[in-house]
């Protein structure tokens, strides 16, 4: 499992690298946002047009399925915030697990906004780098 003894900023960062990787596989321009204050992870260049990326990567099963948190908890002087993930923000999500299957969806299909089933629904949605 590509995950072991990954700290969690360690795990995300390898999801990220592997979402970057897949979509220049797919022959996709890849641009990189200079801060992290915003709710995707990458901008991706398809078919002339400029897509928000989500990255999430995961190591936890729940019922035999990996399950990703959409939810986002952030840090700041008063406490902490929780930012719950709105599809409407963003244009795909990328979901990498800890055995390197990678799900490509198309946020417009997700319904949640806490956490996310990579379960049958998404089945369609799911490749390898």
Known sequence: YMFNNLTPVSQGSLGLSYAIAYLSK??????????????????CEIDNELKKVQVKSTRYKQNGNYVIQLKAVRANR?????????????????AVTEEGD?????????????????GNKYLTYKDKL
Not at 78 to 91: A, K, L, P
Not at 102 to 118: G, Q, R
């Open 102 to 118: 990678l799900y490509f969806i198309p946020t417009s299909v997700i319904e949640a906004k806490n956490s996310l089933s990579l």
């Open 78 to 94: 008063t406490g902490n915030t929780i930012r719950h993930f709105n599809s409407s923000e963003v244009d795909y999500l990328i």
């Open 26 to 43: 797919l022959g996709y321009t890849v641009s990189i946002p200079l801060v992290d204050n915003q709710n995707y992870d990458l901008v």
